[in-house]
């Protein structure tokens, strides 16, 4: 079945440095990515995603990238704050009809001011 | 308006017990889920409905039942709790494989 590795397990950043957080995937079928963030006693929240017919996607302050060929695809935050601190967790899953999330296993971000 | 509740938020109950998690989407989203997030916050899916239809059910004990009333519900009932079973279960909705949104989540403590 598919299976989604995430790295690094903790990332710990000077407030204002960039974050960098990657994922791969085992089932080539995979065409949806989602990348949501968790606060503590929180919902997991979506922040941005990717379908495979696109390479790279901004919003802001984050950015997200995809290789399909490597099966690799990151989550890219800029100028990061405080308030990003959270648990980012990387999703894959196959569309057509029911979307059978697969998360890695999470990234723990803390950002120092 | 909460677009996916849950209830109850909080609950706390011995070994052996039976138990129900109640989950309502206001989104009309034609598919719902259940979570499970253990105490390293790993996120793995339980079960999925699409329409009151089962169409995903992963290695779950048989302790755990869903059931699904209509396409805006889907509850989770757990028979003869276990130490085990302590952790987050969050429900979720999407429409046709699109965005996934979750619940609040639900905090189970099993003593």
């Known amino acids: 079945g598919e299976n989604v590795e995430q790295h690094p397990s903790t990332l710990s950043v000077q407030e204002g440095d960039s974050a960098v957080i990657k994922c791969t995937y085992s089932?080539?079928?995979?065409?949806?990515f989602p990348w949501y963030k968790q606060e503590l006693g929180k919902r997991p929240q979506l922040i941005i995603d990717?379908?495979?017919?696109?390479g790279e996607k901004k919003d802001q302050r984050i950015a997200v990238t995809l290789n399909k060929t490597a099966k690799h695809f990151s989550l890219h935050i800029t100028e990061t704050q405080p308030e990003d601190s959270a648990v980012y967790f990387c999703a894959a899953s196959k569309s057509g009809g029911y979307n059978k999330l697969i998360f890695g296993a999470g990234t723990r971000l803390a950002v120092h001011p | 308006d909460t677009a996916v509740s849950q209830t109850p938020k909080y609950l706390v109950t011995q070994m052996g017990n039976d138990k129900s998690i109640k989950c309502e989407q206001n989104l009309g989203h034609d598919t719902m889920y259940w979570y499970k997030q253990d105490s390293k916050k790993f996120l793995k899916i339980m079960f999925s409905y699409n329409n009151k239809e089962l169409i995903i059910n992963e290695t779950v004990p048989n302790r755990f039942s869903p059931k699904s009333p209509d396409k805006a519900h889907l509850n989770l009932h757990i028979n003869s709790l276990e130490l085990g079973d302590s952790a987050v279960y969050f429900c979720?909705?999407?429409?046709?494989?699109?965005?996934?949104?979750f619940g609040e989540g639900s905090w189970l403590t099993v003593v």
């Open positions: 089932d080539s079928a995979s065409n949806y």
């Open positions: 979720a909705s999407s429409q046709e494989g699109n965005t996934i949104y």
């Open positions: 990717i379908r495979s017919n696109v």
